[in-house]
């Protein structure tokens, strides 16, 4: 078996997925999971992804590891010139700070565009009773929250059947999603619950591309052996044989396969560097509290927030100012 694959079969990974899908069919995915806002945005003047702006807001921030997040910029039918970023979530796994962290992203975004921003969630994890709507505080009289339209993949359970004939590519995205955590260590199961959906693919008067790219995301999503992989590509050869649709060719299965190779490759870089880059943070903000505790005392809580909140830059920068500081204000006084 290739190596590269086995990580994948053992610990599933919905990362390229998700950014695929969302990617190639943004107006789709927000009429499945955010009517009212699609029936809001004039799709006739297009749309724009952002994910270098999305990355200048993010890029000092250790805000958690984000499954998928997209910015992009969109017009609505009643403003005009008027411009709305939406910024989308994915979210795999629970987190405590997730909430504060859209409410991040949503006023530093506000802050740097002047304009209204729309923070959409979708939560893809396990757990029924985890689905974070709000944040915000208040104080002294001041209100400051974000509430923000979250959509919880394991609430379409129920729907599942329902699923398999919506006409919504993204019907068949989350049916996937759900069968692959249902079938999770159980690998007959998933290479029946993947065949049956990819037969569904074949069923659809779609074209081909969107066919092949819709097929890629299940296929990425379910991972199987390799030998289970290998019968399944026979019942598809045999399927398009058979409806005389002979869509993914052996050229496109091999560029399917490396790209499933060449995406999980690239996830274990950036995840070694972020990890890489989060220790090193960490180790700056440890040595500078004990150089601050030394020179004036116990930090306060809110010194201690800032080094927690600091890029390494920051930090770096700290350091060097404690050199000569003798006040703590010196310390943290920008060059």
Known sequence: MNPLLEPAVANDDYDTPWKDAVTRYFPEFIAFYFPDAHRQIDWNRGYTFLDQELAQIVRDAELGKRLLDKLVQVATHDGGERWVYVHIEVQGGPEGDFAERLFTYNYRLYDKYRRPIASLAVLADDRPHWKPQTYGYE?????????????????????????????????????????????????????????????????????????????????????????????????????ERNRAMPYITSVERIGIEKGMQQGMRQGMQQGMQQGMQQGIRQGESALLERQLTRRFGPPSAETLARLNAAAVEELEQWAENILDATTLEEVFKEH
């Open 139 to 239: 104080l002294f009289g001041c209100r400051h929250y974000l509430e923000f339209p979250t959509v919880k993949l394991l609430d379409y359970q129920p729907q599942a059947q329902s699923l398999l004939v919506d006409p919504n590519p993204f019907a068949l995205v989350t049916a996937a999603h759900l069968l692959t955590q249902q079938t999770k260590g159980d690998d007959g199961q998933r290479l029946a619950a993947k065949w049956r959906l990819a037969k569904l693919l074949y069923e659809r008067n779609w074209d081909k591309q969107r066919i092949i790219d819709l097929f890629s995301v299940i296929d990425w999503m379910m991972q199987v052996p390799k030998d289970l992989q290998n019968q399944l590509w026979q019942d598809i050869e045999q399927l």
